[in-house]
């Protein structure tokens, strides 16, 4: 998503601000327990490697006024069905009462193995409870982790200490025995920050080349997007989880189908996990893809033409070309398993 143009679309209430020595040690603590969750589990899992798709359901449009739509219980049972087919696990990015529920709901019927929940403002006590809510409700029986804001820090939604105050208000609120690792997402160049590479279990990070290097072809564009993965992770010493990067199919006259499809074949033919040579704690994951649906309201908001054209599927549920690129690599992935199970028959 344009993070140059986005506006706010969720009501922001304020919450006090704590220090960051303190952040400092607590994060340290928490990093430690969830080295082993089932989160991170689910992303290094290399005999049934993840397939995570950006979700945002296909008729919900959440600005406020005359524009704001509610999607139907059904309409995200025929969004989900649909992205099942190829991926299993699912990123949102708000909480809403009559909708995220629903969501959860309908992933643990389909089967899906992840859900990372996302809270759009670290200072909306309402996000933060319900989501508190849905991870006490599903942690025995999904896979989950969180991420507490999106890209709120580039557009002065919230601070860093509005992130770590969330950050300790859901830590108290949940279970000591439940470790569910937390997260936020900004922008590539906004990790410039170390406050910002510090907070939290792994880092979120939304690296998009055609904002921060348009004049890249898909080629180049997928290596440049590794590259700046790869480094961050050298540097924070933290896992990362690559949560946005893609290319678009229309807006503009390079922006087709086609050029969005070479993207996502070359992005899909590099290793999708790699753990650092010196600690097999850190390592980075390009398991997710950006985005389920073509959403026309996020151009209208934004008023780039560009941001009607990230998705997998229309907003009918049409697949474009580059959604079968990731099907292929869920084929293939089962292909390799079913032969893997079929070795291991012979032996025995």
């Known amino acids: 998503m344009n993070w140059r143009t986005r506006s706010v679309v969720w009501i922001i209430l304020v919450v006090p601000s704590i220090s960051l020595g303190a952040f400092d040690l607590a994060s340290a603590r928490h990093t430690s327990a969830t080295e082993n969750s089932k989160f991170f589990s689910y992303l290094t899992d290399q005999e049934n490697p993840p397939l995570l798709i950006d979700y945002s359901p296909s008729d919900f449009d959440p600005r406020h006024g005359r524009h704001f739509h509610l999607p139907s219980p059904e309409s995200i049972e025929k969004d989900l069905l649909a992205l099942r087919q190829v991926f299993d696990g699912l990123i ?13 709901e309908k992933a643990k019927e389909f089967q899906f193995r992840a859900v990372v929940l996302g809270i759009w403002s670290a200072r909306s006590t309402r996000e933060i409870s319900g989501v508190v809510e849905l ?3 599903y942690a025995d ?3 989950l982790a969180i991420c507490l804001g999106n890209e709120g820090l580039t557009f002065h939604r919230y601070t860093i200490h509005d992130l770590i105050q969330a950050e300790r208000e859901i830590r108290a609120s949940l279970d000591r025995t439940v470790e569910i690792p937390i997260t936020t997402s900004e922008p590539m160049s906004k990790y410039r920050d170390p406050a910002l590479s510090a907070f939290g279990d792994f880092l979120a ?27 961050l992770m050298k540097k924070a010493q933290k896992p990362v989880l690559v949560k946005e990067t893609g290319y678009p199919h229309s807006g503009e006259r390079h922006f087709t189908p086609q050029a969005q499809k070479k993207f996502w074949d070359m992005y899909l033919r590099e290793e999708p996990l790699l753990h650092s040579p010196t600690n097999p704690h850190v390592w980075v994951s390009f398991a997710t893809s950006f985005e389920a649906f073509s959403l026309p309201w996020k151009a209208e908001q934004s008023g780039e033409p560009v941001e009607a054209g990230w998705g997998m599927m229309s907003k009918d549920r049409v697949p474009f070309p580059a959604f079968y690129s990731w099907s292929r690599v869920q084929s293939s992935t089962r292909v390799q398993r079913e032969r893997s199970y079929q070795r291991v028959d012979v032996r025995q």
């Open 205 to 231: 990070p939304n690296i998009h080349p055609v904002w921060e290097k348009p004049a890249l072809p898909p080629k180049d564009a997928v290596f440049w997007t590794r590259s700046q993965a790869i480094s």
């Open 135 to 137: 991870v006490r409700q």
């Open 92 to 104: 949102v990015y708000s909480y809403h009462p009559q909708v995220t529920p629903v969501i959860l």
């Open 141 to 143: 029986s999904m896979t």
